[in-house]
């Protein structure tokens, strides 16, 4: 059920990014379609697209949307509390656009980073939010879903704790495109959520059920965190090395693999997706994997 592996290029092309996903060990990968730091996204042309979906089957993975192997991840600058109309508004252009991108390769999911509330205000910036992602969704039919990620909690950083993520929530929910929230461990440990032992994950996800609900956890990015719990900046550290540690890791896992929920008919595989350097992501890939296996005996 959990299927592991890490964040890969897509250097020379999109249809890379298999090799570069099985080289590394990845049972399932994320990737950026287009740049992640701005201009204009390489076009995905039937020739494209149908190389992609050849380097898919070559290397094991699937591109239907059912049993997708692979996400998206959006751009960095996505920023839904601008005050600037051109970042706002082209921040649901994009994430639009790569819900459209995604649903033509067959990724899974797309979700993205929601940007910081400093230039309106908590109250005016979460309205303004809530605006741009109704906006996203409306009128899209694709196949890939949607996903908010929980961020780090640094400054006014929008969507930072389960309260928050539930408020932008709200008026999503009634699109059937809307997939729900990624969960980056990291963030969320930064953000005050502690994940080093079994009783204070079952304590933070319990916390989730109530504000959320675990039916709209979809995904997780899986980072240990160089700050220390509730030090609200986003630093991504190698398993093991940071400040969750690797038991809290086994702890995450072994709630996944244990839980109701997430063993119920129908409920599918759940993606958990590395971001940490490359140096060693291939390293931390094996670590997951034994966690894991440790985990089934």
């Known amino acids: 059920m959990l299927k592991i592996g890490c964040h890969v290029s897509i250097g020379g092309g999109v249809f890379n990014a298999p090799k570069n996903a099985a080289d590394l060990g990845c049972e399932t990968f994320q990737i950026f379609s287009r740049s992640p730091r701005g201009g204009p996204a390489a076009k995905l042309t039937p020739d494209i697209i149908a190389q992609f979906q050849s380097e898919m089957v070559r290397y094991g993975y699937s591109y239907r949307h059912s049993d997708s192997?692979?996400?998206?991840?959006?751009?960095?600058?996505?920023?839904?509390?601008?005050?600037?109309?051109?970042?706002?508004?082209?921040?649901?252009?994009?994430?639009?656009e790569e819900l459209e991108r995604g649903s033509l390769l067959g990724a899974k999911f797309v979700m993205t980073h929601l940007g910081s509330?400093?230039?309106?205000?908590?109250?005016?910036?979460?309205?303004?939010?809530?605006?741009?992602?109704?906006?996203?969704?409306?009128?899209?039919e694709g196949s890939t879903q949607f996903l908010m990620e929980i961020a780090a909690g640094a400054g006014q950083v929008i969507g930072g704790t389960f309260e928050e993520l539930a408020e932008l929530m709200e008026p999503l929910v009634k699109f059937k495109t809307f997939g729900g929230i990624c969960f980056d461990t990291q963030h969320a440990f930064a953000s005050g959520y502690d994940l080093?032992?079994?009783?204070?994950?079952?304590?933070?996800?319990?916390?989730?059920?109530?504000?959320?609900?675990?039916?709209?956890?979809?995904m997780s990015h899986?980072?240990?965190?160089?700050?220390?719990?509730?030090?609200?900046?986003?630093?991504?550290d190698h398993i093991g090395e940071g400040k969750v540690g690797k038991e809290g890791f086994k702890a995450f896992l072994q709630y996944l693999a244990s839980t109701p929920f997430f063993q119920k008919k129908g409920q599918g595989e759940f993606v958990l997706i590395l971001e940490t350097e490359h140096d060693k992501v291939k390293a931390d890939i094996k670590i997951l994997k034994d966690l894991r296996d440790q985990i089934k005996k």
């Open 222 to 236: 899986v980072n240990d965190s160089k700050p220390e719990l509730g030090a609200r900046k986003d630093r991504h």
């Open 117 to 140: 509330a400093k230039d309106l205000g908590h109250e005016k910036a979460f309205e303004q939010a809530k605006k741009g992602l109704v906006k996203i969704l409306t009128g899209y």
């Open 69 to 96: 192997s692979f996400v998206i991840h959006c751009p960095y600058y996505i920023n839904f509390g601008s005050t600037n109309s051109r970042i706002y508004h082209g921040s649901s252009a994009v994430v639009r």
């Open 196 to 218: 080093r032992t079994l009783d204070t994950v079952k304590s933070t996800f319990k916390k989730f059920d109530k504000v959320i609900g675990l039916k709209w956890l979809k």
